[in-house]
């Protein structure tokens, strides 16, 4: 029997499944992570098992003033270390470095993804685990954010121009695959920030291919 292989996904509300506009969340299966795994999963075996930890208003490597527990360094190499053994690490973050209390630009967030990945890389986990590979997924652009978050992001579409490109070039700086989820998708048309359900579905049909890839290559990228 071959061994199911294990993916951990590191995100926020965008891979929580908010939806638009309100505060309830989309079911596992309706989620982008939960359409990858049913499409890695093709066929009715399991043979590969997917963890989600995504928390809401997530940064990358920064506090929020308002909400504790946001910045994604605290307590990252915990949770590596406790879902491991891990064949893959999946990062979508970013979205929120560019809410309106703060002047960051896009080398800002993909530095704070640095961060992340060095700590991911360092995480303390037991002999003989390997350290797993990681992609890094660059959030859609935020367009014209409105309705009850648009206070929050206001400003935000425009500070965030070139995160993707900033992303793309830390992945290659540090060894890292990455996905541009603005070839596949927009954010959300209701609230220009988050995915509408038929986003998430795109993302994570999109998103398969390139991850059967790193899984069946199973190499530290």
Sequence with gaps: MPTTKHILVYSDSLTWGIVPTTRQRLPFERRWPGVLYAELNAGGDER????EDCLNGRRTAF???YKPGRNALNGVQQVIEAQSPLDLVIVLLGTND???MHDHRPWH?????????????TAPIEPGMPVPPILVVAPPQLDN?????GPKFEGGDLASRGLAEALRRVSEETGCAFFDSNTATTSSKRD???LDADQHETLGKAIAPLV???????TTL
């Excluded at 954010?145 to 978050?149: D, S, V």
């Excluded at 059967?212 to 199973?218: R, T, Y």
């Design 48 to 51: 590969v098992r997917l963890t």
């Design 192 to 194: 220009g920030v988050h």
């Design 63 to 65: 506090d929020d003033p």
């Design 212 to 218: 059967a890839e790193l899984l069946a290559n199973n």
């Design 145 to 149: 954010p409105r309705g009850p978050i």
């Design 109 to 121: 967030s993909a530095t704070g993804t640095g961060a992340l990945i060095n700590a991911i890389r």
């Design 98 to 100: 560019f809410p309106s």
